[in-house]
């Protein structure tokens, strides 16, 4: 017998225990998480969720003296009775310009790990301050939107009551928006309510839907866990939106966000698909990924996909039942996709169980704004 020393054996002993958890880890990353009920949001701790902290992030969110020319607000663009998001393929823009992505819902975003179609922000403290200051959207600057909270009585009361400061600061404003859209929740839908154990609160034809969904038509393969969604990026070939051959404010825009994501002059002078991901990786196989959207308030949120290019659910479906589509960035279209081969009727059943991941509409009169008042000749 082939004598083995202490020192061969207890590497061995290493190497196996290294692959058998790397094999489980592989194994367990490979998994889809169950579709499971909503639970409620958490707030990190440097920013703990306050009701005069929710009320004035609330004023904050419709007021439009947080942009450049005091036109423009987190509602313009998340409107209450647009599903909290805009109705068109392209979100609007600052004036004068026009967006170039769709705008998504603020409903549930705190469960996102990262905001904005390519995870562009980490949190909702992130997201306040790319859109508010974005050159296509807010299009604010920071010296001037502060200056603004501070010619306002009831928000230097305001501020000084939430954060304890003299002033009002902008950062502060940032975490007052994010603790108002931390309230924007919606938890409570049928298909919340049936994995809670009403058994009553879909229909047969949802639950045949449901299992459409985590069987045949494999949608849980991307969309899945509690906020239906791995958050992860894809190619799928969504084809190019109609406004792009149609609008020349958009092709300008386009054209810029191309200059500002500082894409090399070959590229600049031929792409006409949403480059995505690419942008801020700059790697070759992230042309044309987006992060999976969750399902969830989706029926008030049309259009659909990062350019809208979609304006009901059944099309989002047969969009799928094709294998998707093709756009100018075919090599990376991901390997996930293919004819699914679901009858008229199977469509019909996964999109009746799509609509049951949203509950009735969200809404939310506008509050009424603070006014500007000279500032006192003497400040305490």
């Not at 807010?138 to 502060?146: A, F, L």
């Not at 298909?191 to 038509?217: E, N, V, W």
Request: aromatic letters at 10%.
């Amino acid at each position: 017998m082939k004598t083995i020393n202490k020192t061969t054996l207890v590497a061995s002993v290493v190497l196996a225990s290294l692959a058998a958890i790397t094999f489980t880890a592989g194994a367990r990353a490979d998994m889809n998480a169950p579709l499971a009920a909503l639970g409620p949001p958490k707030a990190p701790p440097d920013n703990p969720t306050t009701p005069a902290k929710v009320e004035l992030g609330k004023l904050l969110f419709f007021d439009t003296r947080l942009s450049g020319d005091a036109s423009v607000s987190c509602a313009t663009c998340h409107e209450p009775k647009d599903g909290w998001a805009f109705p068109d393929q392209l979100s609007r823009g600052y004036p004068g310009t026009i967006h170039w992505r769709n705008s998504q819902t603020v409903i549930n975003a705190v469960y996102y790990n990262k905001l904005f179609w390519v995870g562009a922000a980490k949190s909702l403290e992130g997201q306040a301050p790319g859109a508010a200051k974005g050159a296509v959207a807010g299009n604010g600057e920071s010296d001037m939107m502060e200056a603004r909270l501070a010619f306002i009585p009831e928000y230097r009361k305001r501020f000084g009551a939430v954060f304890g400061n003299k002033w009002p600061r902008l950062s502060n404003a940032w975490k007052a928006i994010a603790a108002f859209e931390r309230t924007l929740v919606q938890t409570d839908t049928p298909f919340d309510k049936y994995m809670r154990g009403d058994k009553k609160a879909l229909s047969d034809q949802q639950k045949r839907g449901m299992k459409l969904f985590t069987g045949k038509a494999n949608c849980i393969e991307c969309h899945n866990g509690a906020f239906v969604t791995d958050q992860k990026y894809y190619n799928l070939g969504v084809p190019r939106a109609e406004i792009w051959s149609e609008s020349g404010l958009a092709q300008i825009t386009f054209r810029y966000e191309q200059y500002a994501k500082g894409v090399p002059e070959k590229m600049y002078r031929s792409i006409k698909d949403d480059a995505g991901l690419y942008y801020r990786t700059k790697q070759e196989r992230d042309k044309g990924k987006f992060r999976t959207p969750t399902l969830r308030y989706i029926v008030h949120t049309p259009p659909y996909m990062h350019n809208g290019a979609f304006f009901d659910l059944t099309e989002v479906v047969e969009f799928y039942n094709e294998g998707g589509g093709a756009n100018e960035f075919a090599a990376n279209k991901t390997k996930l996709l293919k004819p699914l081969k679901l009858s008229e009727k199977e469509i019909e059943d996964l999109v009746a169980f799509i609509e049951s991941l949203s509950g009735p509409a969200i809404k939310m009169a506008a509050p009424k704004l603070p006014p500007y008042a000279p500032l006192p000749a003497k400040m305490n």
